[in-house]
């Protein structure tokens, strides 16, 4: 027989300190490929650190050294096009349209890139015979260690990006004194750079070069300097040698002459001194404690234990490779934590967003420029920004956004002669806003919409309303565009977004065997300008402004199309019923109901959600790996835990660090995620969706465990965050849960979602499903009915019968519920 209890407690402290399992990537080799070298950062700076005892290698990053200069791509010529596009589309001449569309639509920049900045080369001679070699990433601390033996005398060598100095550290020891020998060097990435030694410090400058007619106007500079303990420091004409010292520390910094998108008036050499001077008069062990007191503050608000085994006694690589035969729960763990780990140490407040790649790239050509692809990749970076207790970290994405809110003016009118802003499906460090990979890919006018969720959910996760006050108008303005863009379409009437596309899928071939994606009305669209549409309606309602603008808003939203079942039971992605049966397509598009928004749930349009499940299946489990990252949260949100674990452990495929292509995914060796090649967007997916698997708050509710699959039989999560402020701690056994922990940072109702009940408690009522929950950070809008193709057999799922049960907080108090 279990007995409940509740205990309430006040308490004023956030959830931190939590103990946290064994956190580290460790490897008995040195990295012999990119892939196999481990990542730290501070947000503004990335290096990757292979690790060679003989030869070590830290490849550098600064995040604003791209190629190009202050401009926007957009044509006047192009806003002639967008009504001949709508004619020949409404005439269903769809061929006709997309010839035009490429023919006419191409900007004259399809966005810049991301760049490396340079090597930093340390030669140890004699150290190629090391034995009792190890290299790791402690990511719960942010540092990378190097360990081998010579001749007797254990060195070790300590990386990591400092965010309280802003400079890469590497420091290096010896277990006896006077025997550290090594040089030092600057290895050149791009053409246009130049290293030279002056007053005891290693100078290389660079400028990017030329990408589509463009000249780099990115000025930066990298300064190099020494700090030993012992011994003798000289210096050649670009080289500094350090010898017979019992210890030395290495210091880099890196600055450019980026101050924002259209200035690019800062001094690079005297920010890069200015930083270079203050972090070497500080005591190294002073500056790696609060390096890590800096980065545990936020790290340390999550922890998450699904057990443990033995194979947390082999290298990383061999985990992975061992994961799909051996289970390893703490590898899942660490692989949660890794994703946690890319994003603090990619995404600082005041930085830039994380890009593809997030700040890590060691090519001049990277693959897609590794800039911002906004019809998925940028938005799935900051999945786990909220739900995993990392909210600050969302305001380099928001402080993009403000600025495309800007930008996105120009293409907002000169293409679509509308008011308000918009951009289409990329952008870059210069905020571009036009079209990029001409009229096939590029016809996407939804991505700035897209990027809004992002601000909503911030203040529904913070219940922020200055931020929400300050970000209103980029809703209002984003909202706005719609509002003179959205065309009438002429079978139903409905209000539909003309020319578009569903992301990079095609729905049918010309005469010529070529693919057609140009139409208008796609199920994504609409999701996206009703969701955009909600959101800034309800934001004004609780701003207490523009009701003249909410009523038109309301008035649009009514005129959109409902969403529509096909005749394979599938959730449509286009107006039509285009569905091919067998598509594979990595992008699923449509499914945006689903996840990231709320619009498709198993409680409120089951028809949809049966719907959204054949999908699903249809599409298959193995992709790329960023899709394969999207399927865990959609599965999350198909309350599947097995099918989402599947995936994951799909994903968790061992790749070669050769490969640099292929549509199948996986994990390379340093725990990247494989597209490939890399993108960092897949890291963050999977993290994202382990996160739902255990707490979901888009549903009207918070609900408890809604997705654990059966091989998480026993484990515990501490510091997951829902919407409207609620951190949540959870231990369960048996699938069961023993012990639920609920700090209320806001106050009001809290109401909980579980499968199994938690009893008849003081201050816990079991309330019936169709009461509203009057806390309006779970306010869930109405969708229109769907439309079901006469064709489609429907089976509804059948969805485990919940619980529901509301608890009325105060802000500050902790609730702890145990069931024995």
């Not at 599947?646 to 725990?671: A, C, E």
């Amino acid at each position: 027989m279990r007995s409940y209890f509740i205990i309430f407690a006040v308490c004023l402290c956030s959830f931190t300190g939590f103990a946290q399992q064994n956190l580290k990537l460790w490897y008995d080799k040195p990295a012999g490929n990119w892939n196999e070298a481990l990542p730290i950062g501070n947000g503004r700076l990335a290096a990757m650190v292979f690790g060679g005892a003989g030869k070590e290698q830290l490849q550098l990053n600064e995040e604003t050294i791209w190629t190009g200069q202050p401009h926007n791509n957009i044509l006047d010529s192009q806003g002639i096009v967008i009504p001949e596009l709508r004619k020949l589309l409404f005439e269903k001449k769809y061929a006709e349209a997309q010839a035009l569309s490429i023919k006419k639509m191409r900007s004259p920049q399809n966005g810049m890139s991301y760049q490396p900045a340079c090597n930093l080369l340390l030669q140890f001679d004699g150290h190629e015979k090391a034995t009792n070699y190890y290299r790791d990433l402690d990511i719960s601390r942010a540092v990378s260690t190097v360990t081998y033996d010579v001749d007797g005398v254990k060195y070790r060598r300590t990386s990591f990006v400092s965010f309280t100095d802003s400079v890469i550290v590497l420091h290096i020891e010896a277990s006896k004194p006077g025997v550290l020998s090594f040089q030092i060097a600057c290895g050149k990435i791009q053409k246009n750079s130049t290293v030279k030694l002056s007053e005891g410090i290693l100078k290389l400058t660079g400028t990017p070069g030329v990408a589509e007619g463009l000249e780099a106007k990115i000025n930066f500079e990298t300064l190099i300097k020494v700090k030993a303990t012992g011994g003798r420091t000289t210096y050649g004409d670009t080289t500094i040698n350090v010898t017979g010292a019992n210890s030395a520390t290495v210091y880099v910094s890196i600055a450019t002459n980026f101050k924002n998108y259209h200035d690019l008036s800062v001094n690079a050499h005297n920010k890069a001194l200015r930083i270079l001077q203050h972090a070497v008069k500080r005591d190294y062990n002073d500056q790696l404690n609060a390096h890590v007191r800096f980065y545990q503050n936020y790290f340390n608000r999550v922890s998450l234990d699904l057990g443990n085994n033995e194979s947390a006694k082999l290298p990383t690589d061999q985990r992975i490779r061992n994961f799909r035969n051996t289970y390893d729960p703490e590898l899942l763990s660490l692989y949660f934590q890794f994703g946690r780990y890319l994003l603090i140490s990619s995404s600082q407040p005041g930085d830039q967003p994380g890009n593809l790649q997030g700040k890590w790239n060691d090519k001049t050509k990277p693959a897609w420029d590794s800039k911002y692809t906004i019809n998925i990749n940028t938005e799935m970076n900051y999945w786990p920004s909220e739900l995993t207790n990392l909210s600050e970290l969302g305001n380099p994405l928001f402080n993009m956004i403000k600025d495309l809110s800007v930008t996105g003016k120009e293409s907002a009118a000169k293409i679509y002669h509308a008011q308000g802003w918009m951009a289409h499906h990329n952008t870059d460090l210069w905020r571009i806003t036009g079209i990029v990979d001409g009229g096939f890919y590029g016809v996407y006018p939804t991505g700035g919409a897209w990027l809004t969720r992002h601000l909503w959910e911030h203040y529904l996760f913070t219940g922020d309303k200055n931020f929400l006050k300050e970000v209103y108008p980029i809703l209002k303005g984003a909202a706005a565009f719609y509002v003179d863009a959205l065309q009438k379409e002429p079978d139903h009437g409905w209000l539909v977004v003309s020319p578009s596309m569903s992301p990079e899928n095609k729905y049918m071939t010309d005469t010529k065997g070529n693919g057609v994606s140009l139409t208008y009305g796609t199920t994504m669209d609409n999701q996206i300008v009703f969701e955009l549409f909600s959101h800034t309606i309800q934001a004004a309602e609780a701003l207490k402004t523009d009701m003249e603008f909410v009523t038109i808003l309301k008035n649009k939203r009514d005129q959109l199309p409902p969403m529509q079942i096909g005749q394979y039971g599938q959730l449509q992605e286009w107006i039509e019923d285009w569905d091919r049966k067998n598509d594979k397509h990595r992008h699923i598009s449509h499914l945006f109901g689903l996840y990231p928004s709320n619009q498709i749930s198993p409680y409120r349009n089951p028809a949809l959600f049966t719907a959204a499940k054949n999908t699903l299946i249809s599409r298959g489990d193995v992709s790329t790996g960023w899709s394969m990252g999207w399927k865990v949260n959609f599965w999350a949100r198909m309350k599947d835990g097995d099918h989402a674990f599947k995936i994951i452990s799909d994903q968790l495929n061992l790749v070669s660090p050769d490969v640099q292509s292929g549509q199948g995914g996986g994990t390379y060796p340093n725990f990247f995620d494989a597209h490939p090649p890399f993108q960092i967007d897949g890291n963050f997916g999977c993290t994202a969706g382990i996160a739902e698997m255990l707490l979901q708050s888009q549903d009207g509710a918070v609900e408890l465990l809604p997705a654990l699959p059966s091989a998480w039989k026993k484990g515990s999560v501490k510091g997951l965050k829902a919407r409207g402020g609620f951190i949540i701690d959870m231990e369960w056994d048996n699938h069961v849960l023993t012990n639920v922990k609920i700090l209320s940072t806001l106050g009001g109702n809290c109401r909980l979602r579980t499968i199994s009940p938690l009893g008849k408690l003081s201050g816990l009522k079991s309330i019936k499903a169709s009461l509203e929950n009057p806390n309006q950070f779970f306010k869930v809008d109405d969708i229109k009915n769907p439309l079901i193709s006469p064709k489609a057999t429907l089976k509804n799922v059948t969805e485990k019968p919940t619980l529901l049960y509301d608890l009325t907080t105060e802000a500050g108090k902790v609730y702890e519920l145990k069931i024995i």
